[in-house]
């Protein structure tokens, strides 16, 4: 799924972008897509507009579901849960 950053509806969600030490920042998610059974999450900084790297399990818990809200129904079914995706090498 993509979305245009110009484009005011898009998902934010808050994620540590340096790992160790706390240091939360918010995130304007421009893609998300599964390669190889992973999770994969595109974005920038809210702030600064810099490209953000990161790995799901940096998010802070609950803001992948604000993702979810923006992905369309597929096959006519509001659920999109999957059991195969892994978040974690």
Sequence with gaps: MNWDLRNPEHPVIAVNLNGIIPAPA?????????????????G?????????????EE?????????????PPINRTDSIVSTTVHTSN
């Excluded at 918010?26 to 595109?42: F, T, W």
């Excluded at 998010?59 to 992905?71: P, Q, W």
Aim: aromatic fraction near 14%; include cysteine; charge should be positive.
């Design 44 to 56: 920038v900084e809210k702030e600064y507009g810099e490209e953000a790297r990161f790995q799901p």
């Design 26 to 42: 918010d995130v304007r998610i421009y893609k998300v897509y599964i390669r190889k059974g992973m999770l994969k999450l595109c």
């Design 59 to 71: 998010v802070f818990a609950g803001h992948l579901s604000t993702i979810i809200d923006y992905l």
